[in-house]
């Protein structure tokens, strides 16, 4: 049964990195999901083969505790993640994190509790699960909260609140080596526990709207490592290979979020969220505002050879993505060369963008870097913004008090027109104004993403 368990681990984890790589390829990103679902199905097999042969007899209530607990967990998390929409991953993703802290949290409870005696590198391993768990578990529900707009604020004296929990956390981590009285180890414990909790809340509630690309990473990374602390303290193979991998590819993206948005970590974290004189929102904010009609759009179309798409979180929302496809078909059939340009940190979460352009059937090779998208828009005829703001918005070029002075942007502006696509002239999630749309070469189409792009496709289809 040894042999069967550790052949499992072997698939599993060969099954797991080939599904990574194909998930690097739009076009074999499904085919790639499934192989990290064999995998993770062999993980899970093989560790219950494995552990069944260390134990001579497992009771058959343990029997059904396993069973019952993975088919709770199978059918509980496949109702939560087919009732949530694509525009809505960021929030499951937070989700899930938390959720992974929260399970880190529990076996740490259920190793120091359950032990008359717990020393050395298995406390040491124990009380990093429980204090890393709480913070990604409490850190992850504040990014699910902030990301579904029920969270806006954040406390004026945050990072103070921080230090505090911090050394809380260390003082009582030092009094729970000391190994005191059963009782006295339990309150230190529940002590521990909240003030990581806390520890957590304030870490996440510090991190402004534009920076939350980065805090998913960094929770992502965090999710990695409590694996990999958890399969030290079980003496399990996969979990630490897993626990590395994630851990890894966390902080890989962590850094390539940062290059993105050009921001230093520490200031990401510690710093306090600050505000632009910017940042009133609606029409008060501009003073050259000139709007256009779909009419107008399809016949100046007629004249132009390059166009270029800039998606955000508003095509997202609005469920646009098909409606894009349909524009971008469209053009081509007018020999006009079409290319969308995606920022790394478009949407909510790495990647969002890209998934939701990969479901209508855009070619990854339709779709550029931002390097390579600001290259397009020095010749572009022609540039639709969608939903976007921040990513594109001037600010961050040419205002050193703003927020986001200093992220590389995708450089809109360098279009002959802009027609920017969005609901009303509100601020993007950065809550700052944006001064492309007082440009001269500007034009606003206000109104919803899907019924716009379709009313421009079907004036494109009158001859």
Not at 48 to 69: C, D, R
Not at 122 to 128: K, Q, R, V, Y
Not at 307 to 313: C, E, S
Request: proline share 2%; glycine share 10%; aromatic share 10%.
């Amino acid at each position: 049964m040894a042999i069967i368990g550790n052949v499992g681990y072997t698939a599993a984890m060969t099954s797991l990195v080939f599904g990574m790589i194909l998930m690097s390829n739009p076009e074999k990103a499904k085919k790639g999901n499934k192989i990290l679902i064999v995998g993770m199905l062999l993980a899970v097999v093989s560790t219950i083969v494995l552990y069944s042969n260390l134990e001579a007899q497992i009771p058959w209530k343990n029997w059904l505790l396993i069973i019952g607990v993975l088919a709770l967990g199978t059918v509980v998390g496949g109702k939560i993640t087919w009732g949530y929409k694509l525009t809505k991953m960021p929030e499951l993703i937070a989700l899930f994190n938390g959720l992974g802290g929260l399970a880190a949290v529990l076996i740490g409870y259920s190793g120091l509790i359950g032990s008359t005696r717990v020393e050395g590198l298995e406390f040491t391993l124990l009380i990093t699960s429980v204090v890393l768990g709480m913070v990604t578990f409490s850190g992850s529900l504040i990014a699910f909260f902030k990301l579904t707009g029920k969270l806006t604020k954040s406390l004026s004296q945050n990072r103070a609140f921080m230090v505090l929990c911090l050394s809380f956390c260390v003082l009582f981590v030092f009094k729970l080596a000391m190994q005191s009285n059963a009782s006295e180890f339990g309150m230190n414990l529940i002590f521990l526990s909240f003030f990581s909790f806390l520890l957590g809340v304030f870490f996440a509630n510090n991190v402004g709207g534009a920076d939350m690309p980065v805090l998913i990473s960094v929770l992502n990374g965090f999710t990695g490592v409590i694996t990999c602390i958890t399969g030290l303290y079980f003496e399990n193979t996969i979990m630490i290979l897993l626990g590395v991998f994630v851990g890894f590819t966390g902080l890989v993206l962590t850094i390539q979020m940062s290059k993105a948005m050009n921001r230093n970590l520490i200031k990401v974290f510690f710093s306090s969220i600050k505000t632009s004189n910017h940042s009133s929102e609606g029409a008060e904010s501009y003073h050259n505002i000139q709007e256009i009609t779909a009419a107008t759009i399809a016949s100046e179309l007629t004249f132009v050879k390059k166009v270029a798409i800039i998606p955000g979180f508003g095509l997202a929302t609005a469920h646009a993505q098909h409606a894009c496809k349909k524009l971008m078909d469209r053009l081509n059939e007018m020999n006009i060369d079409v290319k969308f340009i995606v920022h790394p940190v478009a949407g909510r979460m790495p990647g969002h963008m890209n998934v939701l352009l990969a479901e209508a059937n855009v070619s990854y090779e339709n779709t550029l870097e931002l390097d390579q998208g600001n290259e397009f828009l020095l010749e572009a005829d022609y540039c639709f913004i969608i939903g976007a703001n921040d990513v594109v918005n001037t600010s961050a070029e040419v205002d050193d008090k703003s927020p986001i002075y200093g992220m590389p942007i995708i450089q809109a502006y360098q279009a002959s027109r802009v027609v920017i696509i969005k609901r009303s002239l509100g601020n993007g999630y950065a809550g700052i104004a944006n001064p492309l749309f007082d440009e001269n070469h500007t034009r606003m189409y206000l109104t919803d993403a899907q019924k716009g792009l379709t009313s421009i496709v079907d004036e494109l289809k009158i001859d």
